[in-house]
């Protein structure tokens, strides 16, 4: 698996340009012999077609699909830069991570940064900071500020556990918090003896605030619904938190419960389903409902289906992006064929964070005085390959 290590992380970088430190990552890449000198060309060609530039100070250069026969072995080199690089359109990086990738293995980087392009405060932080192991702490959302929010991501879903009843499944989500680092041992214990509380269409809450190092959140659905009596359980949330930035989640699932659409939620992606809850507005839960049909969707509506080989990976994703920021309409896009929420079509992030992959059908909606002219043109350039030969 593609993982940031420190080791692989160089600091107090500089460069007069973009096209400077994707060289000097190349080189790195080249010198640890991960991939051939012939790979720089490709970094440098995939710059030039659209930016690499994710937010919050961070780029992630990589070759095209043309180069990945330049990869010898999957891997990573990091260079901090802190007085910060040139990427283009106003943006500043102050982290770039060079990526050697013989298929798709980048997306596990991009999973890995959505927290960090979320949070307010991160390219501060990248300016000022002095080590290896600090960065590789804040890209694992494992920093002192960090550990005053709340975390739940992707990795803290596990469905189709097997299990026979509620307690094996609070053993599960214990074991999803200890490992983020939300809970210590006397946590484990205290969220395992703790009793759910049925918050609706199956699925059960609990909560605790003993033994909390970390607010956050696991979620273990079983692999066949559990009898719980006059209900069944098809999901746990188990809550673990020191402070109130849990609450919002919370609102959200009950708004859910009251609007009957928690279950919603169960056949999305770990991606899709983090999005729908993490960036849903609890007053307007609309948006967590499957795509509706385009006949009942105001205003223009597209649905498209994604023909590149490797998803909605760094690349097409952000010319996706890019095609829809050309445009002054609200743009919308859920992911049809994961049943997610909507999310703005404008954001790299929330976009790559679908988890869209080949063959996966994109719902776009748009308002606005040009709406007609976005649809379109998103659904030629998905048709086009998104800049890629699908």
């Not at 060289?23 to 077609?49: F, H, N, S």
């Not at 214990?189 to 699925?203: N, S």
């Not at 419960?257 to 307007?284: C, F, R, W, Y």
Request: proline share 3%.
């Amino acid at each position: 698996m593609l993982a940031l290590t420190a080791q692989d992380i160089y600091l107090q970088q500089s460069a007069a340009s973009k096209e400077e430190a994707i060289k000097a990552m190349a080189t790195r890449l080249i010198d640890k012999g991960l991939v051939a000198p012939g790979y720089q060309a490709g970094m440098l060609a995939r710059e030039a077609q659209t930016s690499t530039y994710l937010g919050n100070g961070i780029a992630i250069p990589h070759g095209t699909t043309d180069t990945r026969d330049q990869v010898k072995q999957t891997g990573v080199q990091v260079c901090h830069f802190p007085q910060g690089v040139d990427w283009g359109d106003g943006e500043t990086a102050y982290l770039a991570i060079g990526i050697a990738a013989k298929s798709d293995e980048h997306l596990t980087i991009l999973r890995q940064l959505t927290h960090v392009l979320s949070q307010d405060g991160i390219e501060a932080q990248l300016k000022h900071i002095e080590s290896a192991d600090a960065i590789l702490a804040l890209l694992n959302g494992d920093t002192k500020e960090s550990n005053q929010g709340f975390t739940f991501t992707p990795d803290m879903i596990l469905s189709g556990f097997p299990a026979r009843d509620i307690t094996a499944l609070q053993a599960a989500g214990a074991g999803l918090l200890k490992n983020k680092g939300c809970l210590d041992t006397s946590g484990v214990g205290h969220l395992i003896a703790a009793a759910p509380v049925h918050l609706g269409e199956g699925h059960w809450v609990l909560g605790i605030a003993n033994g909390v190092s970390h607010t956050g959140v696991s979620l273990v659905m079983p692999s066949e619904p559990l009898n719980m009596g006059e209900y069944v359980a098809h999901a746990l949330w188990c809550f673990a938190a020191n402070n109130d930035a849990h609450i919002a989640l919370l609102a959200t699932l009950t708004q859910l419960k009251a609007e009957g659409k928690l279950n919603s939620l169960i056949n999305q992606s770990p991606d899709a389903l983090v999005s729908a809850v993490m960036h849903s507005d609890a007053t307007d839960v609309e948006t967590v409902q499957p795509p509706a049909p385009a006949a009942n969707i105001e205003g223009e509506s597209g649905l498209f289906t994604i023909t590149n080989a490797h998803g909605l990976h760094a690349r097409p994703g952000a010319m996706l992006v890019n095609t829809a920021k050309k445009f002054s309409a609200d743009i919308q896009v859920a992911n049809a064929s994961t049943q997610s929420t909507a999310v703005n079509a404008k954001s790299l992030m929330k976009v790559i964070a679908l988890g869209v992959k080949h063959g996966h059908q994109l719902q776009f909606t748009a308002q606005g005085s040009d709406a007609q002219e976005a649809i379109a043109a998103l659904g030629e350039a998905i048709r086009q390959g998104l800049g890629e030969h699908a």
